[in-house]
């Protein structure tokens, strides 16, 4: 059973930066595709990025993070992190990792296990 742990969301100021973690269990993340999705009070969950199975590049589904958010993965550490940057309060949200064995997509259907999604609470 593929466990996801995220961790890493708290309250931070306008301008500040984040890092959240994803640690999987059950299975190696190597060779998964790694989407971080979104959502807001009211709103629809939003895909942010997904890092890509096979080269680990970014793919991102979110314009407004181009430029602040990195996703990375650690295959020793078995996690994913996403590291958020410039942070202003229209990131608020919780946030979410999710893993699927094919190729990115921001649709989240597609994904197979997730996480249990970790508050992040940007002030201004």
């Known amino acids: 059973q593929v466990q996801l742990v995220e961790s890493g969301g708290g309250l931070v100021q306008s301008g500040g930066s984040l890092r959240l973690s994803c640690a999987a269990s059950?299975?190696?993340?190597?060779?998964?595709?790694i989407g971080w999705f979104r959502q807001a009070p009211g709103k629809e969950r939003e895909g942010v990025l997904c890092?890509?199975?096979?080269?680990?590049?970014?793919?991102y589904y979110a314009d407004s993070v181009k430029g602040r958010f990195t996703g990375s993965r650690d295959k020793g550490k078995n996690t994913v992190y996403l590291q958020m940057n410039s942070l202003t309060p229209e990131d608020t949200a919780v946030y979410y990792c999710?893993?699927?064995?094919?190729?990115?997509?921001?649709?989240?259907?597609?994904?197979?296990?997730w996480g249990q999604g970790t508050q992040v609470t940007v002030s201004s």
């Open positions: 890092i890509s199975r096979t080269s680990d590049r970014n793919i």
């Open positions: 999710a893993m699927m064995y094919g190729y990115c997509s921001d649709y989240p259907q597609r994904y197979r296990y």
């Open positions: 059950g299975s190696t993340l190597e060779n998964s595709a």
